[in-house]
């Protein structure tokens, strides 16, 4: 997994992948994007679904950890993978009925929000070694990677490997 060391690369990062991740699902027949199976029962539509939700989430645990100055304590049970598959079922149940273009809409959208309060989080507070850290011993970049860069990658796999796939044209 790629690593970071300051805000400008974490943009960086998060933007190229997340051009990456867009470029292919706009590259594909919107037909195709419904499809079931593509992240085991998930098709294109409740992954794109499912990478907003995840992003929002980490804006609002990073505010709690970073600008709350509750400690991140807190994310140890909600990390767990019990946790982390109840709430991707619960978003799968929230927005199986959304109609696809909204769901596009919001994904596309979400982007510019991700890279914006990126730019505005303390460098210091995501790289430092001694300050807050989660799930075991992890900097909070860690988090922001997690949810944005490492996550588009694992799920731009998943699409890439579906028979109907179509490769981006540059």
């Not at 805000?7 to 027949?29: F, G, P």
């Not at 409740?46 to 807190?74: K, S, V, Y």
């Not at 909070?140 to 796999?157: D, G, I, R, S």
Request: glycine residues 2%; contains cysteine; proline residues 4%.
């Amino acid at each position: 997994m790629k690593q970071v060391n300051s805000i400008a690369q974490l943009l960086a990062e998060t933007d190229h992948s997340r051009m990456i991740i867009e470029t292919t699902i706009l590259a594909q027949d919107p037909l195709n994007l419904e499809i079931q199976g593509v992240c085991g029962h998930w098709s294109v539509k409740d992954i794109m679904a499912h990478i907003t939700a995840w992003e929002n989430r980490m804006m609002e645990w990073l505010n709690q950890i970073i600008f709350d100055d509750t400690g991140a304590e807190f994310l140890d049970p909600e990390l767990s993978s019990e946790a982390i598959d109840a709430y991707n079922a619960q978003i799968y149940r929230i927005y199986a009925d959304i109609d696809l273009q909204k769901i596009k809409t919001a994904f596309l959208e979400n982007h510019q929000n991700i890279l914006d309060y990126i730019a505005r989080l303390p460098e210091e507070q995501l790289f430092d070694p001694h300050r807050p850290r989660f799930n075991g011993d992890h900097p909070l970049w860690h988090l922001v990677a997690t949810n944005t860069f490492w996550h588009y990658q694992e799920h731009l796999a998943n699409i890439e490997k579906q028979p109907w796939f179509q490769k981006a044209k540059k």
